[in-house]
């Protein structure tokens, strides 16, 4: 499995997939990504500060995923990260967690500020569609507004390509994404060991009405392939 790779189109940056004790919410129905992860945090420290080892901070900007919520890294990894961060002058840090740990991102934001850097944090909102996120998806965001779901955050990620889903529900979960969060990542489902599969006329009318619309907009990435950021079980660095 790649755990390191550098993007260079788009926010350049350097991008790490470290390993935590998993998922806390562990309930969106078409996500198995939680299956990275281990309870023994000792040997989840190994890999991840062997993991870091790769940080150069060419760009000092750095994203770290870790298949579920950045506070489920473990202190130790934690504080190597703010360590890796001053070593190698990296300014900016982007983190992902899920909405259930909002209220700790405030504490987060002041550690790593006292170390000179910048939190973006990512959340994984799928769909501003409230009743398909909630119903279909089973996300844990219980809350309709926007507004609400973006507070605390910086960034947010989507996820097209189920049924259900229309060229205009998804054109408008990115402009309401680009609304109230600095950047969005979509995100194509690609099949897995879940029960949801992915809905190729969906992707098709993505490919063909949505994606030209954003393919070029700087505060837009699009994953076609969950791997296209360098990392996981292949993949091609965009």
Known sequence: MNRYSSISRKNPREIILLRGTGCRWKKCTFCDYHTDSS????ANERLNFD????????????????SGSFPELGKNTLNGLVSLCREKKIRTLHFECHYLYR?????WRRIFADAGVELKIKTGVETFDYDFREKVLKK???VREPAA?????DECCLMFGISGQTA????YDIETGLKYFERVCVNMF????????????VSEEFEKCVMPLY????????LLNNTDFGVGNGGAVK
């Open 39 to 42: 309870g023994d945090e000792a």
């Open 51 to 66: 993991v870091m080892k790769n940080v150069t901070g060419v760009y000092g900007r750095l994203e770290v995923i870790n």
């Open 103 to 107: 209220k700790e991102v405030p504490g």
């Open 140 to 142: 844990g965001i219980p």
């Open 149 to 153: 779901i973006a507070e605390g955050f």
């Open 168 to 171: 205009e529900g998804m054109t």
């Open 190 to 201: 690609n099949e897995n060991s879940t029960e949801i599969k992915p809905d190729r006329k």
């Open 215 to 222: 393919e070029n907009n700087p505060r837009v990435d699009i």
